[in-house]
């Protein structure tokens, strides 16, 4: 089973705000829920991250409800240059201690004029 | 700081020779990894090493190899290079938020672009 779930792709234009969310049913009671932004040929940078309720920083605000089962990626006034692939990650511990680390598909946000 | 730095960041290989893709990181973090991601798809975990000496396999660990030579130094190795390995291969370190917290904040390096012919 696919830890997270995503929409493959979502359309926006410049101004308007925009809502990803993300599924992950079998989130663990220690794992935060982070989301990160992907630009062709460039490594996943890191936009925000959370464990409840609500999270907010320069660039997005994260939401997250009292059972921790979904979150969602709010990008407020997006333009051109948000256009990339969000992805979000929830951890998923394994014997040892370690943090197995797998992404989802992702969300191909593309905001047009 | 330099974050993680990757090298070499492009490779072109014949089909059956070996590789190895270097992986060092100057944050102090304890957990270390290794992806791939082929054209247009996401990102796959081929092996990741939660501290120094150790290593596990991830999702697509087949024809790869790992070494953690240290807490900065994590390689990965194709002994027989195959045209299905042709790749983008990003390398990424993180810590945990605490002993018992886990933290999904990924730090990557840039990249390298290995093309098996």
Redesign the interface.
Known sequence: LAKTTQPISMDSYEGQEVNITCSHNNI?T?????W?QQFP??????II?G?KTKVTNEVASLFIPADRKSSTLSLPRVSLSDTA?Y?C???E??T???????????TQLKVEL | NAGVTQTPKFQVLKTGQSMTLQCAQDMNHNSMYWYRQDPGMGLRLIYYSASEGTTDKGEVPNGYNVSRLNKREFSLRLESAAPSQTSVYFCASSERASSTMNTGELFFGEGSRLTVL
């Open positions: 663990a220690n794992d935060y829920i982070t990160y040929s460039q490594g996943p940078r890191f991250q464990y692939v992805y990650l929830v951890g511990t394994v040892g201690g370690g943090n197995k680390l797998t992404f989802g598909t992702g």
